[in-house]
């Protein structure tokens, strides 16, 4: 079934097919829920379909809820309450979000020894700022493609096929992710292959009369080089400025600048990127 854009009527052949779920009922579902039945028919989560549209506030869902139920034969007294249930259900994650803040903890997968940071976010930050501080963390240079994973999502920045996954932009990460030990991936350069497990450590309350600034607690070694050529290569990389005897010793050497120290890691140079990219973030809003 092809899905409707917001905004758009559904077409006679769409809405024919919506009918073909009940039937009995002699009544057909509305753009709106059309086009939410349509995605989780496709297997997204209310969540997930929320998150990607800000615009679809507590009161969408509670009537798309309410349609789906007098679809099914529910008394109007039953799926009044149930259009109650989750209009406060949206209230909820409303307040959860703005209220909120996650510790992560970023590690980089088949590279040993770890190399891994520890920091907080707001559980309001969007995927697409959450790419802006693994950047500025990890100490890559954002030169590459990426991609997110969640829950079995893909979410990318600019698709340009539906198999490519869904837009990553104003995607709120604290309505797909908010309970402790959860675990997603952050893949960057797609050439690379640079592979990132996140866990969320903690989930906390944010004092009233507080914000949060994206701050990094800890972390150990240097991001590799870009462009070395992934997991395998970084370890050639390593074993070659490693040994003065190297066949590539000196070309890698000459190639990274001259020296590369694999074990150092500045946290007060992380800090300061951040405080730059705060006040960066906030003007392109």
Known sequence: MKLTRPGKAATTDQMGKANQLNPTAGKILSPLALDIATQMNAGKSLDQIRAHRPDLTEAHIAAFMKEMFELMGFAPAATNMAADLIRSSGERDRQFIETHCLKLRVALDDVQPKIWRQFVVPASITLDRLHDVLQVVMGWTDSHLHSFTIAGQEFTEDPEEPEQGIEETGVVLGALIRKPRSKFTYLYD????????????????????????????????????????????????????????????????EWCGGSFDPREFDIKEVTLELAKLGRWSRRRK
């Not at 607690?217 to 992934?230: T, Y």
């Not at 390593?238 to 190297?246: F, G, S, V």
Request: include cysteine; charged fraction near 20%; aromatic fraction near 10%.
């Open 190 to 253: 797609f050439g690379d292959g640079w592979m990132h497990t996140i866990t969320v450590q903690s989930v906390e309350q944010i004092p009233a009369d507080h914000t949060v600034n994206i701050t990094c607690l800890a972390g150990q070694r240097r991001c590799p080089p870009e462009d070395v050529g992934g997991p395998w290569g970084y370890q050639e990389f390593l074993e070659a400025i490693a040994d003065p005897k190297h066949e590539e010793h000196n070309s890698y050497l």
